[in-house]
């Protein structure tokens, strides 16, 4: 089992950069693909970006795709979402998950995830 705790969420203007980390618990975490979601108000969560176990693969959901990069630190347990050029879109409560799948591939759907964190809120004005 994993613990996931995100910091970094905050309010910052459009065009600006935000930085969301993920700190998980435990000694398995390279067991783990790791990915971020997100969830704007009346909307369903959506995927936005994936990472193997290995760090070597990633994905990304179109929408962020040049602007975001995830990356991972297996030394330090941790995965980061790195957010530039943020738009007022990309406002929403993002969490970060946990995929115990032996599949090799990081993958985007959220039910196949396991183990999640209880959010930050990122907020983008115009």
């Known amino acids: 089992q994993v613990q996931l705790v995100e910091s970094g969420g905050g309010l910052v203007q459009a065009g600006g950069s935000l930085r969301l980390s993920c700190a998980a618990s435990?000694?398995?975490?390279?067991?783990?693909?790791m990915g971020w979601f997100r969830q704007a108000p009346g909307k369903e969560r959506e995927f936005v970006a994936a990472?193997?176990?290995?760090?070597?693969?990633?994905d990304y959901a179109d929408s962020v795709k040049g602007r975001f990069t995830i990356s991972r630190d297996n030394a330090k347990n941790t995965v980061t979402l790195q957010m530039n050029s943020l738009k007022p879109e990309d406002t929403a409560v993002y969490s970060c998950?946990?995929?115990?799948?032996?599949?090799?591939?990081?993958?985007?759907?959220?039910?196949?995830?396991?183990?999640w964190g209880q959010g930050t809120q990122v907020t983008v004005s115009s």
């Open positions: 998950a946990a995929d115990r799948t032996v599949f090799p591939a990081p993958r985007q759907s959220p039910m196949l995830y396991d183990y």
């Open positions: 435990g000694r398995t975490f390279t067991s783990y693909h």
């Open positions: 990472i193997s176990r290995s760090g070597g693969t990633t």
